[in-house]
């Protein structure tokens, strides 16, 4: 315990001054967390090295951080931006995740890792991108509008992923019809838990917030987000996958803004060290060996979701400019890339090193991110007002 204590106090005192910094030039906190991951980790200056500790609580904040994002599933939302959920969205990840597939497979990788890191890159950053575009007050514009949709869609899709990556991992050869069964299985169980929850959480926290008070509904709540991720672990599933359920039951009810306010102290807090210690498991000798493959890759990564990202938006008949700002601003590989890459490293779906890689990856993706977000809107005016000039000259 005394151990876990100093390991903390260390990882605050590094990641404060770094976070101000980032803070202070206008960049994500979530780049500050990386870097400060990196940099104290067993890999890096070596100031902390027992990385399993932290993970614990790095868990916790995954957990929390899933919760929150349910919450944000709501129904009406979803219904208002349909045509861009599911046309921008299905089209990007459809596409990236076949792209993917086809160039992985190319380049060696065995099926069902190619189609696996498909999906794992297919995924953007939430949290980089819904916090640059409320930071820039763009949530209401029609660029601004495109990428949470699309992210919507990316983080509902999250859910059939962690499904399917079990099934990808198996040695032996899945046959369509038990991939299908499988997969039956495993959605009806969501669904069960989903609509089962629904029918007692409601009236349940009613209950509670009649003759209790504010830290009795928050106490409610921590028990919710326990006993969906004990049921979904029952079931097969995850207790990451048992927290996203139990946001999504509380988002449609008149308790969700103040449980909101609530938890997310404790979610900033956690996702935090979450950040962190996906920074500490970075092997800067790994980097370090395999630095031109892994800027290249990045570099791949972030020009061709990119590009896929917009002909998505085109596909959809949006106008050209937006097309290339949501290009842009979706290019990344996302935080949920990272907890599910270290899903498929605990399958056997990759080994230590192909792990790292694809961790670099993800990571260097992220901090060019906020680059591009920060330039894409001026970039998008000046690349189309002179084309649209030069077209107009005689």
Same mark, same amino acid.
């Given at each position: 315990? #005394?151990?876990?204590?100093?390991?903390?106090?260390?990882?605050?005192?590094?990641?404060?001054?770094?976070?101000?910094?980032?803070?202070?030039?206008?960049?994500?906190?979530?780049?500050?967390?990386?870097?400060?991951?990196?940099?104290?980790?067993?890999?890096?200056?070596?100031?902390?090295?027992?990385?399993?500790?932290?993970?614990?609580?790095?868990?916790?904040?995954?957990?929390?951080?899933?919760?929150?994002?349910?919450?944000?599933?709501?129904?009406?939302?979803?219904?208002?931006?349909?045509?861009?959920?599911?046309?921008?969205?299905?089209?990007?990840?459809?596409?990236?995740?076949?792209?993917?597939?086809?160039?992985?497979?190319?380049?060696?990788?065995?099926?069902?890792?190619?189609?696996?890191?498909?999906?794992?890159?297919?995924?953007?950053?939430?949290?980089?991108?819904?916090?640059?575009?409320?930071?820039?007050?763009?949530?209401?514009?029609?660029?601004?509008?495109?990428?949470?949709?699309?992210?919507?869609?990316?983080?509902?899709?999250?859910?059939?992923?962690?499904?399917?990556?079990?099934?990808?991992?198996?040695?032996?050869?899945?046959?369509?019809?038990?991939?299908?069964?499988?997969?039956?299985?495993?959605?009806?169980?969501?669904?069960?838990?989903?609509?089962?929850?629904?029918?007692?959480?409601?009236?349940?926290?009613?209950?509670?917030?009649?003759?209790?008070?504010?830290?009795?509904?928050?106490?409610? #709540?921590?028990?919710?987000?326990?006993?969906?991720?004990?049921?979904?672990?029952?079931?097969?599933?995850?207790?990451?996958?048992?927290?996203?359920?139990?946001?999504?039951?509380?988002?449609?009810?008149?308790?969700?803004?103040?449980?909101?306010?609530?938890?997310?102290?404790?979610?900033?807090?956690?996702?935090?060290?979450?950040?962190?210690?996906?920074?500490?498991?970075?092997?800067?000798?790994?980097?370090?060996?395999?630095?031109?493959?892994?800027?290249?890759?990045?570099?791949?990564?972030?020009?061709?979701?990119?590009?896929?990202?917009?002909?998505?938006?085109?596909?959809?008949?949006?106008?050209?400019?937006?097309?290339?700002?949501?290009?842009?601003?979706?290019?990344?590989?996302?935080?949920?890339?990272?907890?599910?890459?270290?899903?498929?490293?605990?399958?056997?779906?990759?080994?230590?090193?192909?792990?790292?890689?694809?961790?670099?990856?993800?990571?260097?993706?992220?901090?060019?991110?906020?680059?591009?977000?920060?330039?894409?809107?001026?970039?998008?005016?000046?690349?189309?007002?002179?084309?649209?000039?030069?077209?107009?000259?005689?």
């Amino acid at each position: 315990m #005394v151990h876990l204590i100093e390991d903390l106090a260390v990882l605050l005192l590094v990641s404060l001054p770094i976070n101000l910094f980032f803070h202070k030039i206008k960049l994500p906190s979530v780049m500050g967390y990386l870097v400060a991951g990196i940099l104290i980790g067993p890999y890096g200056l070596k100031l902390i090295s027992d990385v399993a500790s932290v993970k614990e609580l790095a868990e916790i904040g995954v957990i929390l951080l899933l919760f929150v994002i349910g919450l944000e599933f709501s129904l009406g939302r979803l219904l208002k931006n349909l045509a861009s959920v599911i046309g921008v969205g299905s089209l990007q990840l459809g596409g990236t995740t076949a792209l993917g597939w086809f160039i992985f497979s190319e380049m060696g990788f065995q099926q069902n890792q190619s189609i696996a890191l498909g999906l794992i890159v297919a995924l953007s950053s939430t949290a980089i991108v819904m916090k640059m575009i409320t930071d820039r007050a763009e949530i209401d514009t029609l660029h601004g509008k495109l990428c949470i949709g699309t992210l919507l869609f990316q983080d509902l899709c999250v859910v059939p992923i962690m499904l399917l990556l079990p099934l990808l991992a198996q040695t032996q050869v899945i046959s369509g019809t038990d991939l299908v069964l499988a997969m039956f299985k495993s959605l009806t169980a969501v669904v069960l838990i989903f609509f089962l929850s629904r029918l007692i959480v409601p009236k349940a926290l009613g209950w509670v917030a009649r003759v209790g008070n504010k830290e009795h509904l928050t106490l409610s #709540v921590l028990f919710l987000i326990l006993a969906t991720g004990w049921a979904s672990q029952k079931l097969g599933l995850t207790l990451a996958m048992g927290a996203l359920i139990a946001g999504m039951i509380i988002a449609e009810s008149e308790y969700s803004h103040q449980i909101v306010l609530d938890i997310l102290p404790l979610r900033d807090y956690f996702s935090s060290i979450f950040f962190i210690s996906v920074g500490m498991l970075l092997q800067v000798q790994v980097f370090i060996d395999s630095i031109w493959v892994c800027l290249a890759l990045s570099i791949g990564v972030v020009l061709i979701k990119g590009c896929l990202a917009g002909l998505a938006c085109l596909g959809v008949r949006m106008p050209l400019r937006i097309s290339f700002v949501v290009g842009m601003r979706l290019a990344q590989v996302g935080e949920f890339s990272l907890i599910l890459s270290g899903m498929a490293l605990d399958q056997g779906l990759f080994d230590a090193h192909q792990y790292q890689i694809l961790l670099i990856v993800s990571i260097l993706s992220m901090l060019f991110a906020p680059l591009m977000i920060q330039a894409s809107t001026a970039l998008s005016i000046r690349i189309f007002s002179k084309w649209k000039h030069e077209e107009t000259d005689p």
